[in-house]
């Protein structure tokens, strides 16, 4: 058990001494009309660069100013495949790049230009600092606000989804987590309630824009935000849809021992080990739940640091840590099944952190009743929409490519439920 509800490993905050990475971050359309994605790596800080014909994906490995190699895998940087080089214009910005792959000719391609505007929005004494990304052609638009996953995620984290849906057409409202980079707060000690407010604080910021189709505007969530998409419609009328990214339809909890029994699977452990976390688990839900066997619980945390497992739970130091969990005991499926605006749930077929095996039937039992919904499954998908074997978290550096239906799914459905 994480800190705090965990539906995936998210990428962490950048170091406060890192370089700024974003200027790189956008698509980039090679003369053929195919297209180069740089945005954050999957469960890292690190940028990345996807194909969108071939699926490939790797992490970016700097070697001098604007110039980046990548290996033959995500996190393997040797040897090198592949080298990139952004190419700065008159003002300095980027605007286009040069991939070189071996002895093949050099590729050039034209970073695609999209309006971004910094803005500030506000939930009590909260302050979100975000981007609203839109397309260069005129508006009004109809526009997504994104909801992160779980952990201190910021606005690069929302790329390249934000860009790709940009570029349909959308305008599309990127921001900090409360705590997280420019914007106030403490993600830390906020409850579900807290963080849905700030992405409906963002959502009425847009609906106040001459700019922005009032009636149009969705909330994207992956992960955790998948909770909070559907959870904060169905405290809104004027959320228009819901794009829920391998989001639980199992309680927080139930997500929790799911996400120990197949990752540990996935990651090979015996049965005796998976038993022997399950039971920690158990016991650190029956505490939080409760209010009462800390000592117990800290004694067991104690003595399973050096258990096997040990790095797939967590062990609290303090009793204030379960405060998070207290405050979370949360079960999607009263949400979900009122939820009456469009909705589109996606699942990954190897997701060890949100099991189709678990969730996808819960899904369209709750949605049932909803006459426009839809529920796929993206094939090989691991909770980071790569190409897995086991969808565990030891393959994830030697993993290659991600599932290109991940972005094709989300653009047909979007091109039938609004004008673009």
């Not at 996190?75 to 008159?90: C, G, I, K, N, S």
């Not at 998409?229 to 309680?251: H, K, N, T, W």
């Not at 039971?279 to 939080?288: E, G, Q, T």
């Amino acid at each position: 058990m994480s800190t705090q509800p965990t539906t995936a490993p998210d990428a962490t905050a950048a170091p406060q001494d890192a370089p700024d990475l974003t200027a790189y971050m956008g698509i980039y359309q090679l003369h053929d009309g195919s297209q180069i994605m740089i945005g954050i790596a999957p469960t890292s800080d690190q940028i990345a660069y996807y194909d969108r014909t071939t699926g490939r994906i790797s992490a970016l490995f700097p070697t001098q100013a604007d110039q980046f190699s990548c290996g033959p895998a995500l996190f393997v940087p040797e040897p090198v495949e592949a080298q990139f080089t952004f190419v700065r214009d008159d003002q300095h910005e980027i605007s286009a790049l040069i991939r070189q792959r071996g002895e093949l000719p050099a590729e050039h391609a034209r970073k695609i230009k999209l309006n971004h505007e910094e803005v500030r929005f506000h939930n009590g004494d909260v302050t979100l600092a975000g981007t609203l990304i839109r397309p260069t052609t005129a508006g009004p638009y109809p526009a997504i606000v994104m909801i992160h996953g779980s952990g201190p995620q910021g606005r690069p984290n929302m790329r390249p989804v934000a860009d790709f849906l940009a570029q349909l057409g959308i305008a599309v409202l990127i921001y900090d987590k409360r705590g997280v980079g420019a914007s106030t707060g403490d993600w830390t000690h906020s409850a579900f309630a807290d963080l849905v407010e700030d992405a409906l604080a963002g959502l009425r910021l847009l609906r106040a824009r001459p700019d922005i189709r009032a009636e149009q505007i969705g909330l994207w969530g992956r992960s955790q935000g998948g909770w909070l998409g559907p959870l904060a419609a169905s405290r809104s009328d004027d959320v228009a849809f819901v794009i829920s990214v391998v989001g639980p339809a199992v309680s927080v909890f139930q997500q929790d021992l799911d996400r120990v029994e197949y990752q540990l699977r996935a990651d090979g452990f015996a049965q005796a080990d998976i038993a022997a976390a399950l039971a920690y688990v158990d016991l650190v839900i029956k505490v939080v739940r409760s209010g009462e066997g800390w000592p117990q619980l800290k004694a067991r945390a104690d003595e399973s640091r050096s258990a096997s497992w040990a790095s797939y739970v967590s062990q609290p130091e303090t009793e204030e840590e379960l405060h998070w969990w207290r405050a979370n005991d949360y079960n999607p499926m009263p949400v979900l099944q009122s939820l009456t605006c469009p909705i589109l749930a996606l699942f990954g077929e190897r997701d060890t952190l949100v099991p189709v095996a678990t969730n996808k039937a819960l899904m369209e039992r709750a949605l049932s009743r909803n006459p426009d919904h839809m529920i796929a499954v993206m094939p090989s998908a691991n909770h980071s929409s790569l190409v897995a074997d086991t969808g565990g978290t030891k393959e994830i550096p030697q993993l290659k490519h991600f599932v290109p239906e991940y972005f094709t799914i989300m653009a047909d459905w979007l091109c039938e439920h609004i004008s673009l």
